[in-house]
């Protein structure tokens, strides 16, 4: 059984959709990260940089204590090494879904995070890091429709990488991005959209999301955005 900690979020929803691609048995342990719960030592125990997903493997190839594992790039290759699925083990396969695995990591990931955040949570309207993260984002979006052009998925067969870049893609419109200008993306994200397992996933924690909204005030503000360094 794998424990995952959890709040439906684009990095969360990689991990409840590898699990259901991947037909693993989990149990969800939530993390409100607008009450503060990443901070819970018990947590952080888990996953140092309070930041979910994590997970525990409580029954991991070869026995022994159970594994825990932070950072969702992390988790995926975890979970597609314990399968054996999504992840090809030949080297240039391998190393072209680790490559786009780590592009959604460093790149398409925080990059549309801070263009999020200055897009819709900042408390004020700055020019300069709108269009810094907005220009940014617009490249990163056309450098994902290049690579699919010419091809299904992002590398040969449906991969962790794509399970890691669907669901930033998702909430394009929120990041105020006309997918008619990414025809290739478009395509793709609709064609995955269609997987029982990846809506499954998608779904998973859809009661915890109404909460994130109904209890997005100035409290879940300041934990989320005002986390400073420790003195
Ligand atoms: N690089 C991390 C990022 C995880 C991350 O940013 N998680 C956010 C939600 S999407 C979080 O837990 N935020 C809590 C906080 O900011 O304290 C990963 O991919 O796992």
Not at 61 to 86: M, Q
Not at 136 to 158: N, Q
Request: contains cysteine.
């Amino acid at each position: 059984m794998i424990d995952l900690h959890y709040w439906p979020t684009p990095n969360g929803w990689k991990i409840s959709i590898a699990l259901e691609e991947m037909e693993l048995p989990y149990r969800v342990v939530s993390v409100h990260i607008g009450r503060g719960e990443q901070f819970e030592p018990a947590f952080l125990a888990i996953s140092p940089n309070n930041r979910m997903p994590a997970i525990v493997d409580r029954d991991p190839a070869g026995g022994g204590a159970p594994i825990p594992v932070f950072e969702s790039g992390a988790i995926l290759v975890y979970l597609a090494e314990k399968t054996g699925r999504f992840l090809p083990t030949e080297l240039r396969g391998r190393t072209e879904v680790l490559e786009w695995l780590m592009w959604q990591m460093g790149g398409l990931g925080p990059m549309l995070g801070q263009h999020g955040h200055f897009e819709l949570y900042a408390p004020e309207r700055l020019a300069y890091p709108r269009k810094r993260y907005g220009d940014e984002a617009l490249r990163l979006y056309g450098v994902l429709d290049r690579r699919l052009a010419d091809r299904e998925h992002i590398c040969g067969e449906y991969s962790i990488a794509d399970m890691a870049c669907w669901p930033w893609i998702l909430t394009y419109k929120k990041q105020g991005i006309d997918l008619a200008d990414f025809p290739h993306v478009r395509r793709w994200y609709d064609a995955l959209k269609q997987r029982p397992a990846l809506r499954r996933g998608y779904d998973v924690g859809s009661d915890l999301r109404k909460k994130t909204f109904a209890g997005f005030d100035d409290k879940a503000r300041r934990i989320l955005f005002g986390q400073e360094p420790e003195s």
